[in-house]
């Protein structure tokens, strides 16, 4: 089956900077669009970041400047370089991606376990 497996959480002061990764495995054909979602308490899970195959991005206004999404096909991951950060930042970061099974032959949406950010003042 599909996975993706997120890592580099963790606590770190404002100003200061995270870069999250995203690793997509199991009976994959091939790997669309993918995205990074963020969830802080009391809030709805907002998109922050989006990437396509051919390497288009799209980022909300809240993070525009200070955040970078970039991948690598040949690993089949997704990178998130978050500079800057400020406290409103911190939430549960997850991974999604459009991604065609191999062993289903079928499409679906992936998400990953998510991983905390928490931004201090």
């Known amino acids: 089956q599909v996975q993706l497996v997120e890592s580099g959480g963790g606590l770190v002061q404002a100003g200061g900077s995270l870069r999250l990764s995203c690793a997509a495995s199991?009976?994959?054909?091939?790997?669309?669009?993918m995205h990074w979602y963020r969830q802080a308490p009391g809030k709805q899970r907002e998109l922050v970041a989006t990437i396509t195959s051919d390497g288009s991005t799209n980022y909300a206004d809240s993070v525009k400047g200070r955040f970078t999404i970039s991948r690598d096909n040949a690993k089949n991951t997704a990178y998130l370089q978050m500079n800057s950060l400020k406290p409103e930042d911190t939430a549960v970061y997850y991974c999604?991606?459009?991604?065609?099974?191999?062993?289903?032959?079928?499409?679906?949406?992936?998400w990953g376990q998510g991983t905390q950010v928490t931004v201090s003042s």
């Open positions: 999604n991606a459009n991604i065609y099974s191999a062993y289903s032959r079928a499409f679906g949406f992936y």
């Open positions: 199991g009976s994959i054909f091939s790997v669309n669009v």
